[in-house]
């Protein structure tokens, strides 16, 4: 089980092609791209078009490499040299790896004069009309442009004449803004939209060094797909609006985490600074979301810096401390009988929180145990039709999904439920009315944020939010994933699984787990999926679960 | 490798040591008689500034410039802050409006400041930055009388710096 895990290979057998890169023969499957070859063979080739989830266009030549076919005999087979291996016949001109599919006995050469003098008079070409914006560009930091003309570049232009003027600062779709002089044509944004948004509003218009990128007449680059196009942008041509003159990315930590608005659980990487996420990218997972995510999950994050945000525990609307607040949750929750209790946790909780929840739920005799489901509609390739990110933990750690809502809204309104403990929900969203709210004797809240629930609880626990905690998930298809901590939770809020752990000991429960990776063996212990795994066993990529009770599949 | 200290041989005047001492006297009854005769050589800092006498390339605060347009050099690249060794700069960028004259450079600081109770005075900000927007002048006398004071923040570093002619011409009409 390794970081560097790939999908399995299809079934169907792909035969093995033998080539020569950089003078060593290596095998690789039928159909891999020369590039690719390169770079499994360590080679690394400079590229702007190609990226591997896309075709090859071969549009911006800067993966020229030197090409060897075999040397044919009289026969038209390949003559053997000394080694067994053909003797190769190189090409005087270069050609471009990515575009090349690879062939029997073909040879690669990486580097070499002939290769090294075509990259640099490629670069050249590239930064002709390129601007001198790299102190405004928001891709400086992060862009292909300024790294390979640090390797390739010449450091000085030869161009005497005018550069050609571009449209700049262009807004082309809700989240995005394009500056056509930064643009080098690689093509990725309109291929990405071609191939794997399937809303075709991009492309080039006009010729030569006027070349310009440009929307279709009459339409927008609003996909909810948009932004990664901004993503895979080698250069500063398109930048999100979101980002923009945020924070330059040099300045940036990068968390792995992952996505929180879904049962898709697309990976994805949370940058901050000093306590600010300022933006979030998807991070490669080929199980799971390939390179992409939507906009919306990706901009739902500001609501972590709100104003709002819960920071202190509150004993009926007073600041307290944690000390109070948790012994005074305690003792109202105990002041019940255990019929008269409910407790609605949510979906959107990690399953270490959810194992406490239910510990807690034990240690007080709750019966009435329920989360909220949040049923919506997908958008059949990363949006998936479930809104909770967790519903598989909750479901693997034996909570009810919404069957017992009704039962505990109604006996709220009916006065025979007195106590709610209300974890990461907004209660009236249950079902639950607003006025009855006021009437329970106990309402313990944990959450981030102020919601209707809020103003009538008796003790109110701030928590923490997604990138602010450490904890894992099991998304849709059964993988379960990890969360990282990016940033502190702000004021005294605390970690929600800590919150509950003291919870149970207050109210006479079991300890024992002082850090999150001891919640997470506990679980493991009472949990046969997820028996032999530890936090970190799940690793960056996370673990498929086999969650009909077959034994868990290995990984590659 | 272990090398061997060579010691100068002493002659017996350096060995008895008394000699240096009455130079040493010497030369201090010398300069005591030099004062007393009215050739001064000490600065009465602070009646008398320093200013007149600092070389061409003294480092003294830095400082932000604006161009012979009157436009803010900075466009808030954060190089400065990024390179700034005491963590004295803080930066926060912002978009410039589509009604500005200089909308074209798109982005400018939306505060600039410098904590010169951090500042070491080394230089680093003005050596890299790319818009030739910050300068170390001549001030040397920074003080306050609350850190808060010690804080020069945008209005105050455009203040000190004034206008600065370069060769940063990226943003003229031409662009």
Redesign the interface.
Known sequence: MTTTATPAQPKTEVPLLNVQVDGEWRQFPKGTRLIEACIKSGQYVPHYCYHPKLSSPGNCRMCLVQLGMPKLGADRKPELGEDGRPILNWSPRPAISCATEISEGMGVRTSGPLVEECRNGVMEFLLINHPLDCPICDQAGECRLQEFSVEYGKGESRFLEEKVKKPKRVDIGERIVLDDERCIMCSRCIRFMQEVAHDDVLGFVNRGSHTTLTVYPGKRLDNNYSLNTVDICPVGALTSKDFRFRMRVWFLKETKSIDVNCGTGSNILISSREGIVHRITPRENDFVNSCWMPDSHRLNFHYLHDEDRLKTPLVKSAPATWTDAISTAAAQLKSHEPARIAMIASARMTNEELFLARRLATALGIEQFDVLPRPQEGDGFLISNDGNPNTTGAKLLGLHCGGRLSAIAAGVASGAIRGLLVLGEDATQCGIAEGDLANLETLVVVDILPNKTTPHATVLLPASGFAEKRGSMINLAGRIQRLNRAISAPGLARDDWEILRDLIVAVGGPNGVYSIEEVFRAMAAETPALTGLSMAGIGDLGVELALDGAPRRAEI | MAFVVQRPKLNLAEKLYLPAVLGGLLLTIRHFFKGAAGRNVTMQYPEVKWDDHLPEWYRGAPTLVADEWGRERC?????CE?ICPPRAITIT???IP?SDPWA????RPKEFEIDMIRCIYCGLCEEVC??QAIYLRKDYSITGYTRAEMKHDKAKLYELGGVKAGVVN?WNEKK
């Not at chain 2, 466009?75 to 190089?79: D, E, G, K």
Request: charged share 40%; proline share 12%; with cysteine.
């Open positions: 466009v808030s690249c954060q190089l990024f960028p912002e978009e589509n074209k450079v798109e982005k790319p818009e990226k």
